[in-house]
């Protein structure tokens, strides 16, 4: 069984480019969630989709968006990066058929903004 | 808004020690709540999740609680390794009601051989 996985494993960006991450789920997940981990920081979460629309959002920017596809992969798209967008992005994926929304992570893509 | 704290932030114990570290919540409506170690620069590992019908769950040497009454969660490790190293760290997983996702602060957690 593969695990949730994520491309690029690092990326370095400039100050007002956009960025795209990608996440594969886990075999039997239908659900991502992405999460923005800055260093000695817990996760933040910024959104979860489930069968392909936004099922709930944190407290980040429109500039932050996602895409989640029919074979339950996801996108997260930063616009206009910042300084402080340079992070750990994770995500993770759910099991499809319940309801306790368990989290299963990938590796993470670090993003550097200079 | 949920806000979850873990204390202690840091915490060195010598090899085979039991600790405990906690987790307390603002919002004691918790209905799912998972921990999570994760190695430095590298993705979480899921170590218990307790769903909202349990009060606990234990897995080899690990043992999690909730406490709904209080918003407290405790997670126990039984004769620590150095191989337990790591920082550790709670969620609510359904913050609010909602499909949102709220994380503790952390504990890192250092076993000296």
């Known amino acids: 069984e593969t695990g949730v996985t994520q491309s690029p494993t690092h990326l370095i960006k400039t100050r007002g480019q956009q960025v795209t991450l990608r996440c594969s789920s886990q075999?039997?997940?239908?659900?991502v969630s992405w999460y923005q981990q800055a260093l000695g920081q817990g996760p933040q979460f910024i959104f979860q989709y489930y069968r392909e629309e936004e099922n709930g959002r944190g407290n980040f920017p429109p500039r932050f968006s996602g895409l989640q596809f029919p074979n339950y992969s996801s996108e997260l798209n930063v616009n206009a990066l910042e300084l402080d967008d340079s992070a750990l992005y994770l995500c993770a994926s759910s099991p499809a058929g319940t309801s306790y929304n368990e989290q299963f992570f990938g590796p993470g893509t670090r993003l550097t903004v200079l | 808004k949920q806000e979850v704290t873990q204390i202690p932030a840091a915490l060195s114990v010598p090899e085979g020690e039991n600790l405990v570290l906690n987790c307390s919540f603002t919002?004691?409506?918790?209905?799912?709540l998972q921990w999570f170690r994760q190695d430095p620069g590298k993705g979480l590992t899921s170590l218990l999740l307790i769903q909202s019908s349990q009060r606990e769950q234990t897995s080899g040497r690990l043992n999690a609680s909730l406490d709904k009454s209080s918003g407290r969660s405790t997670l126990y490790i039984a004769a620590s390794q150095p191989g337990d190293s790591a920082t550790y760290l709670c969620?609510?997983?359904?913050?609010?009601?909602?499909?949102?996702?709220?994380f503790g602060t952390g504990t890192k957690l250092q076993v000296i051989p």
């Open positions: 969620a609510d997983l359904n913050s609010g009601g909602y499909q949102k996702v709220t």
């Open positions: 919002d004691s409506a918790i209905y799912n």
């Open positions: 075999s039997g997940h239908n659900t």
